[in-house]
Structure formats: structure tokens, C-alpha cells
């Protein structure tokens, strides 16, 4: 038959293996956060974001992302930013952006947001943001669909909606107002009910005396 000291021993063993397998499964990947999909007006910089979650402080020595862009999943990926170990987040030389990608996220804050100005219709496709930080065993990866648009929708109209609100105002005040005045028109209904009842029972007693004196 084991001690109590023993048992509380096991416990503590089991306590520090559940802990540990628990450390070590929420620490074998990371998650990448990015939009499904971005509209930018033709013309216009736009920032793409890309952030990532990770167990780990990020170390220079052996963290690694890249941005890569495509027209079509079926299309080659492009490299167009890279990470260096001394000259950080670098955009390399490409024909199709030129000097229009730019570095516009935090390093200290896990941000990996780029910018690209003066938007082209042939800008549009997917932007890839790969990243792997060890010891992180699996890297991450998010896909930005980029949609050029020509003009921005028209602004919705606030009239109709004014309008709306303002019925829906007015019946709810008169639905209100209603409420109070049944309310009070059963008051006043149940107080002269009241009122008739007591002056009819006070008719029944005068009578009865009058009965009583009479057979006297």
C-alpha cells in the first residue's frame, strides 16, 4: 500500500507530464494572420498585412520569411521581399513592382505588413507570406487575394435609412403612449368598480339597520 507522500509524488509527475506535453503540442507551429482578400482602388497604395503568432522571440539567426506573388494558383511564385539576418525585411529587384514595395510592419511586434503604391490592374493575384520561426517546427503561411477595382462603390444612401428609423421611432413613441393610456383608462376603470362596490355594500348595511330598527 503506497504513502500519502508517495501518491502526492505521482501526482506531482503527472501534473508535470500533462504540462509538458500540453507546452510541447502548442508550441510545434505557428498561426499567420492575413486577410482572404483585399479591393484597392487603381492608382492607390494599399497596405497588405501579414502578422504571426508564435511561441518563440523571434531570433535574426534563424528566422526566415518571404514574400512571394503569383497570378493564379496554378502560376509560379515570385520573391519580391526577403528577410536578412543584418539588413532585416529587404524587397528585391523585380520587374513587375519596381520600387513600389515597401517594408510597413514591426519586427518587435511580429508585423510583416508590406505597402504597394500606385496600383496596377496587373497587380492583381495572390501575395504569399511565408514565415518560419524556430524552433517553431512548422512554418506558416498566409495567401492575400489582391483585387484591383476602377472606382470605389458609391456610398450608401442615409435617407432611406433616416427615414426608416425615424417610423419606426414614431410607432414605437405611439405604441408607448398607447400603453400608458390603457393603462391608465384600466386604473380609472377598476377604481369606480371598486368605488361602486363599496357603496353598494355600505346601500346593504344602511338597509339592514333599517330592517333591524323596524322589528324593533
Known sequence: MSSPAQERSSAAQLLSAVLLLVSLSGCSSMDVVVPSYINALNGSTVKIPCTF????????????????????????????MTFYRRKGMVALRSDRFGERVMFAGNLDKNDLSITLSDIQVEDVGIYNCYVRNPPDRI????????????????????????????????????????????????????QE??????????????????????TK
Open 53 to 80: 503568432t508564435s511561441c518563440y522571440k523571434m531570433d535574426v539567426n534563424s528566422f526566415i520569411m518571404n514574400w512571394t506573388y503569383q497570378e493564379t494558383l496554378n502560376d509560379t511564385e515570385e520573391m519580391f
Open 139 to 190: 512554418p506558416g503561411h498566409g495567401a492575400i487575394q489582391l483585387n484591383v477595382v476602377t472606382e470605389l462603390p458609391p456610398p450608401r444612401d442615409s435617407t432611406i435609412a433616416v427615414a426608416i428609423g425615424a417610423s419606426v421611432g414614431g410607432a414605437l413613441a405611439l405604441l408607448i403612449l398607447s400603453m400608458v393610456v390603457l393603462k391608465c383608462l384600466r386604473r380609472h376603470q377598476k
Open 193 to 214: 368598480l371598486i368605488s361602486e362596490e363599496k357603496m353598494e355594500e355600505e346601500g346593504k348595511l344602511e338597509a339592514e339597520g333599517v330592517a333591524e330598527e323596524g
